[in-house]
């Protein structure tokens, strides 16, 4: 990285925890909006290949793989949708499918009887109202059975590529502990950060965000004296460990050596 490249990113060095700005009240709104892009410049640079982590290869599979990862892993859809793909490859496959033969496919899911009904509504509805071809509207595909904005941002911002923050619980735990936003409420958080980054990057903000949270911002006990936006963070040090050794040992993913190899380069800027 060029100086001014390192220049334009979150200092990899430690804050005394409960001494940020946000920590303590004094942010201003420009402070913010500053911190969460250079927050979007840091992880562009840590996960260069953020993406989409259910495997797809058209809208109709990332649809439905959206659909099954209510309340489950993207690890165990992708273990499930090649057999069901295989099997149903149109909205109209969908449609005529029987609720016996998809809940014995997506049954490692979870709630796979409401997730079977949400398919084979989603078939129907797409048959009867999109000419069988999954919409790029937001306020259509909302209206489809199973699928909320979440899944219609992760819809249109992957196979379509239409900007779209994807507000999962990953996105709002981490928007909340960085103190990018306080709201509660997914479409109020959705709209509190969509002020803070350009809406050309809201897509890739939050498939980064999301790859740190589950690499390094871990729920219950986060990689504190291990993570890139230590110093951008006002939790830093509430639920983690502050050392880098012990740190070091909750950070996961095939990203890992990069992650903490980047940390370490950045040390004493």
Not at 36 to 49: G, Q, S, Y
Not at 75 to 103: C, G, K, M, W
Not at 127 to 145: H, M
Not at 176 to 181: F, I, M
Request: proline share 7%; charged share 25%; aromatic share 6%.
């Amino acid at each position: 990285m060029t100086k001014t490249t390192v220049a334009s990113l979150t200092p990899q060095r430690h804050r005394r925890p409960g001494s940020h700005p946000a920590a303590v009240g004094s942010e201003t709104n420009l402070g913010r909006t500053r911190r969460a892009r250079r927050i979007n410049r840091t992880l562009t640079v840590v996960f260069p290949d953020a993406h989409a982590e259910l495997d797809f290869t058209n809208p109709l599979e990332l649809l439905v793989a959206t659909v099954l990862s209510a309340q489950t892993t993207d690890v165990r859809v992708n273990q499930v949708t090649p057999a069901l793909f295989a099997r149903y490859r149109s909205a109209a496959d969908y449609a005529a499918a029987s609720p016996a033969d998809i809940e014995e496919i997506i049954r490692p899911t979870g709630f796979y009887r409401a997730k079977a009904a949400n398919l084979i509504g989603l078939g129907r509805a797409l048959c009867d109202r999109f000419g069988g071809e999954v919409p790029t509207a937001l306020e259509d595909l909302v209206t489809l059975p199973g699928v909320g904005r979440k899944t219609a941002h992760v819809v249109r911002g992957n196979a379509f590529g239409k900007p779209g923050l994807t507000v999962d619980t990953h996105f709002q735990r981490l928007v909340r502990r960085l103190r990018l936003t306080t709201e509660s409420d997914p479409v109020a958080i959705e709209r509190a950060i969509g002020v803070l980054i350009e809406k050309r990057e809201w897509t890739m903000f939050s498939h980064r965000i999301i790859f740190l949270g589950r690499r390094v911002c871990h729920a219950r006990t986060p990689a504190c004296g291990a993570c890139p936006l230590a110093y951008d963070c006002p939790s830093f040090g509430v639920d983690g460990p502050t050392e880098p050794a012990p740190a070091a040992k909750r950070v996961t993913g095939p990203e890992r050596e990069d992650i903490l190899a980047f940390v370490q380069a950045g040390e004493g800027q």
